[in-house]
């Protein structure tokens, strides 16, 4: 859905962040940057619960009298629901404060697009194999904490075994909670596997712990700019060609998602007041 420029808004990108992993924030930049290329808006920003900026902080670096907030999550959870509206400060999706007006949208990860995103990625690492041979499964963290996230993953298995993309089958699987990522084999009885992380950032998770519980490493690793794991592809273990892609939130066209999300909430403000 193209999205009409609005240049006297602002729009602010929130991620996670994280203070253990030189990666984890790279993939808001970068869409940040591919929507900054578009000129858009008037101004473009990022902030971090875990790094700098905070979000805190974040409204004082913008001009802009109104700003879209996108949480650039996979996601509805604790931080969508708490932890962002209790930084900005937010009443509801659309907020008036301070003199500025602040339109929080849903987290990109719940968008409809994602679904397109996964079979691009899937198709991307295994670029030559017949879905009907194959098993697709998309992994997240899993725990007992939020169980929206694997909602999100669970959602988005039943889209595709609902789609026309042809696999012959297509699983949910999660760190720490069943089914397990690390019975991959046993989840899957075709001789290709194809492991999409349903993460933002190659984080500790998707390059790191997810690659030992799969079978690929032996032991953690250092992080993924210094690593090859992603460029072994297939990988062959336990009878089957492994393909291993990373994280969803990697792949550049989020950036569409992102402006899909503020498409979606003027659609819905647009609505509200006809």
């Known amino acids: 859905m193209p999205i009409e420029p609005k240049p006297n808004t602002a729009l602010l990108i929130v991620g996670h962040g994280s203070t253990e992993n030189p990666d984890s924030s790279t993939p808001y930049f970068d869409h940040a940057d591919e929507i900054r290329s578009r000129n858009l808006f008037a101004e473009v920003q990022t902030c971090f619960w875990k790094e700098e900026p905070s979000m805190r902080e974040a409204l004082y670096m913008v001009?802009?009298?109104?700003?879209?907030?996108?949480?650039?999550?996979?996601?509805e959870g604790y931080f969508t629901q708490e932890v962002i509206p209790r930084e900005f400060?937010?009443?509801?999706?659309?907020?008036?404060?301070?003199?500025?007006?602040?339109h929080y949208c849903p987290p990109v990860g719940i968008h409809r697009?994602?679904?397109q995103l996964i079979l691009r990625r899937a198709r991307e690492v295994a670029p030559d194999i017949d879905p009907s041979t194959t098993t697709l499964i998309i992994t997240g963290h899993g725990t007992g904490l939020n169980q929206n996230s694997t909602k999100a993953i669970r959602d988005q298995v039943e889209l595709i075994r609902q789609s026309d993309a042809g696999f012959a089958a297509?699983?949910?699987?999660?760190m720490e909670e069943q089914p397990f990522v690390a019975d991959w084999d046993k989840l899957s009885n075709t001789p290709n596997v194809?492991?999409?992380?349903?993460?933002?950032?190659?984080?500790?998770?998707?390059?790191?712990?997810?690659?030992?519980?799969?079978?690929?490493?032996n032991e953690v690793g250092a992080a993924a700019s210094q690593r090859e794991v992603f460029r072994h592809n297939p990988h062959h273990l336990r009878g089957k060609r492994l393909y291993y892609s990373s994280a969803?939130?990697?792949?550049?066209?989020?950036?569409?998602?992102?402006?899909?999300?503020?498409a979606d909430f003027d659609k819905s403000l647009q609505n509200s007041h006809s």
């Open 89 to 102: 400060e937010l009443s509801g999706s659309t907020t008036h404060r301070a003199g500025k007006t602040l």
């Open 248 to 262: 969803i939130g990697t792949e550049p066209l989020i950036a569409d998602v992102i402006l899909d999300q503020i």
């Open 63 to 75: 001009d802009s009298d109104e700003i879209y907030i996108v949480p650039d999550f996979i996601s």
């Open 113 to 115: 697009s994602m679904t």
């Open 194 to 217: 194809i492991v999409v992380p349903f993460f933002i950032a190659d984080g500790l998770h998707s390059f790191q712990d997810i690659p030992v519980l799969l079978g690929i490493e």
């Open 170 to 174: 297509v699983h949910d699987a999660f």
